[in-house]
């Protein structure tokens, strides 16, 4: 198994940051590696949609088809895959928007899990390439920020 956590504080509170985040299809607008996607992509995602991601690393691309599964408004939210690109390998995403004075500490947690035998999984280097949520937490900040009015819920 392997786990990450990265945060960043957003100047929004959660409730804003949290509507940009839980609809898909800002994902593909700031996540480093999301290439294409399909499923719920222009409303916020909640429990049980599901989502397909095609992400794209050096020469490597692969789909994952995640499934909402926490959904709690302006607090938590929590997407899996049973085969995050490759069989024996899946994953969980988890999403916390904590409010602080700043406006909201938004962290995230994946956990990658790989079956017996999928320890030398090609992917391996990209689960633990620090840079890769780094930047797409950096990038949501930036286009969360960016936004001058309300959001639209």
């Known amino acids: ?16 940051t949290y509507f940009f985040l839980t609809m898909p299809r800002n994902v593909l607008r700031t996540h480093p590696l999301v290439v294409h996607l399909t499923g719920v992509t222009d409303r916020c995602a909640v429990a049980g949609d599901e989502v397909t991601q095609v992400l794209a690393s050096g020469d490597e691309m692969f789909s994952a088809v995640w499934t909402v599964g926490r959904a709690e408004w302006g607090h938590r939210w929590s997407v899996e895959t049973p085969q995050y690109g490759w069989r024996g390998v899946g994953a969980q995403v988890d999403y916390l928007f904590e409010p602080v004075a700043e406006g909201t500490k938004l962290t995230r947690v994946m956990t990658v899990r790989l079956a017996p035998g999928h320890q030398e999984c090609r992917a391996l280097r990209q689960f633990t390439d620090r840079s890769v949520p780094q930047r797409f937490l950096h990038n949501v900040k930036h286009r969360v920020e960016a936004v001058r009015g309300a959001f639209s819920f």
């Open 1 to 16: 198994m392997i786990r990450s956590r990265d945060q960043v504080v957003v100047r929004r509170d959660p409730q804003d």
